[in-house]
């Protein structure tokens, strides 16, 4: 054979990447559009929780995970831990606007047309991260590489502390169980 072996194909598509960045740009991301969410809801009648939509995602990433040979129920729990960590974000700034007015939206984003398509936009993304991933989040090594990765994140996107607490909210089933 010949050595070294031409390179076909990216490492990431064989899911031998270690760097956890992808998926916790991502999930910082998708943490970020709670506060499009948030106003979008706020002061409507539209609750922070929408256990149909919710229902909808988790069946739609299991079909997904399935065609990408992923394990439908780790996938689905990464995604649930997103939509916990959503709400988290939106109950914290229903709380801060309650609190000061001052700091409410001034707009109301289209839940529809616009903040529900950018966040399936992000499914699509961690679907194909995750896929990229699917090596080094099965490693002992995940945890650690994760949480350096995810504080990387945060710092670069500046979340403050209601964000940083839902990003840790995020992560908990990124690393495959052991
Ligand atoms: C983001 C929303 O709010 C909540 C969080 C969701 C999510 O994180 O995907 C989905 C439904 C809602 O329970 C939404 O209504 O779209």
Redesign the pocket.
């Known amino acids: 054979a010949e050595w070294p072996a031409p390179v076909h194909h990216t490492a990431a598509a064989h899911g031998l990447t270690s760097d956890l960045s992808s998926v916790t740009e991502l999930l910082a991301q998708r943490l970020l559009l709670a506060d499009k969410?948030a106003a979008a809801k706020y002061g409507t009648d539209t609750p922070?929780?929408?256990p149909e939509?919710?229902a909808r995602?988790l069946d739609d990433v299991r079909a997904r995970a399935a065609g990408l040979g992923l394990d439908p129920d780790a996938v689905a729990a990464v995604f649930r831990d997103?939509?916990e960590a959503?709400?988290l974000v939106?109950r914290g700034l229903y709380a801060r606007w309650d609190a000061n007015p001052g700091e409410r939206p001034t707009e109301r984003p289209d839940?529809a047309k616009e903040?529900?398509p950018a966040?399936d936009r992000i499914t699509t993304q961690l679907l194909a991260a995750l896929d990229d991933t699917e090596r080094a989040r099965s490693l002992p090594s995940c945890g650690p590489r994760l949480a350096t990765a995810a504080g990387w994140s945060a710092y670069t996107h500046r979340l403050d502390g209601l964000h940083l607490k839902g990003l840790g909210r995020a992560l908990p089933s990124v690393c495959a169980a052991p």
């Open positions: 969410v922070i929780d929408d939509r919710e995602i997103q939509i959503n709400k939106q839940l903040v529900r966040l």
